[in-house]
C-alpha cells in the first residue's frame, strides 16, 4: 500500500544533480512525503520530510508541488555513493501508522 | 550514542530450528519496528511493538513469527520451525514516538539451509 509512483531506475552523472520525481496524487492533508534510501544491502536511511513546504538539509532538497500531489528529491552534487535504491513514502503524521516501503527509483551515479 | 543494534548480522539456521533475532533501539526510543526483505524484494512491514505491547502485528505470519518488546533488554523477532522461505534480511528500526521517523539498523541476514 505504498500509494507513491516512482520511476523504476534513472542514472545521473556524477557530480551533477540527481532528480528524483514521485507521484502521489492520492497523498492526504495530514500526510507527510518521506525519502529514504537504502544503499544495497544496508538498513534504510531517512534523508528528509515534509508537509507543504520545500524542505533543505545537508543531505539533499524536497521540492513538494503547491497541489502536493508530486514532489521531487535533489541530490545537488551526485557521488558514486549516493548510488541506491531511492523510496519516496507518504505517511499520516498521527501516531500508529508505519512506513510502507513501494519498490522504490534505483539511482546508478555514473563516473 | 549508538545507533540501532541487531544481532547477529548473519545467522545461519537448519530447516526446523529456531531463530532470534535481537534489536537494541536508539537510546530514548520506545517504539520498535520490524521489516523483512526477501532477496531482490522491498521491504515488509511485520510488526510494531512498543515497551511490552504489541501494537500492530498485521505483517507477521500468522504461525512461527512472534515478537517482543519487554520492559528490559532488547526487542526479539523469533522464528520457530524455520524453512528455506524464511532466508531473507531482517531489519530492525526504532522511533522516540509513532510520529517520527525512524532509524534503522544494519539488519540481520538468515540463511536457512
Known amino acids: 500500500d505504498a500509494k507513491t509512483t516512482q520511476p523504476t531506475s534513472m542514472d545521473c552523472a556524477e557530480g551533477r544533480a540527481a532528480n528524483l520525481p514521485c507521484n502521489h496524487s492520492?497523498?492526504?492533508?495530514?500526510?507527510?512525503v518521506y525519502w529514504y534510501r537504502q544503499i544495497h544491502s544496508q538498513g534504510p536511511q531517512y534523508i528528509i520530510h515534509?508537509?507543504?513546504n520545500n524542505e533543505t538539509n545537508e543531505m539533499a532538497s524536497l521540492i513538494i508541488t503547491e497541489d502536493r500531489k508530486s514532489s521531487t528529491l535533489i541530490l545537488p552534487h551526485a557521488t558514486l555513493r549516493d548510488t541506491a535504491v531511492y523510496y519516496c513514502?507518504?505517511?499520516?503524521?498521527?501516531?500508529?501508522?508505519?512506513?510502507?516501503f513501494g519498490t522504490g527509483t534505483s539511482l546508478t551515479v555514473i563516473p | 550514542n549508538a545507533g540501532v543494534m541487531q544481532n547477529p548480522r548473519h545467522l545461519v539456521r537448519r530447516r526446523g530450528q529456531e531463530a532470534r533475532l535481537r534489536c537494541s533501539p536508539m537510546?530514548?526510543?520506545?517504539?520498535v519496528y520490524w521489516y523483512r526483505q526477501l532477496p531482490e524484494e522491498g521491504l515488509k512491514f511485520m510488526v510494531y511493538?512498543?515497551?511490552?505491547?504489541?501494537?500492530?502485528e498485521s505483517g507477521m505470519p500468522k504461525e512461527r513469527f512472534s515478537a517482543e518488546f519487554p520492559k528490559e533488554g532488547p526487542s526479539i523477532l523469533r522464528i520457530q520451525q524455520v524453512v528455506r522461505g524464511d532466508s531473507a534480511a531482517y531489519f530492525c528500526?526504532?522511533?522516540?514516538?509513532?510520529?517520527?521517523?525512524?532509524?534503522f539498523g544494519s539488519g540481520t541476514r538468515l540463511t536457512v539451509v
Open positions: 528500526a526504532s522511533s522516540p514516538d509513532a510520529s517520527y521517523g525512524y532509524t
Open positions: 492520492t497523498i492526504s492533508g495530514n500526510e507527510y
Open positions: 515534509g508537509l507543504k
Open positions: 513514502i507518504v505517511r499520516p503524521g498521527y501516531t500508529g501508522n508505519q512506513f510502507y
Open positions: 537510546k530514548g526510543h520506545s517504539h
Open positions: 511493538l512498543q515497551k511490552e505491547n504489541i501494537i500492530d
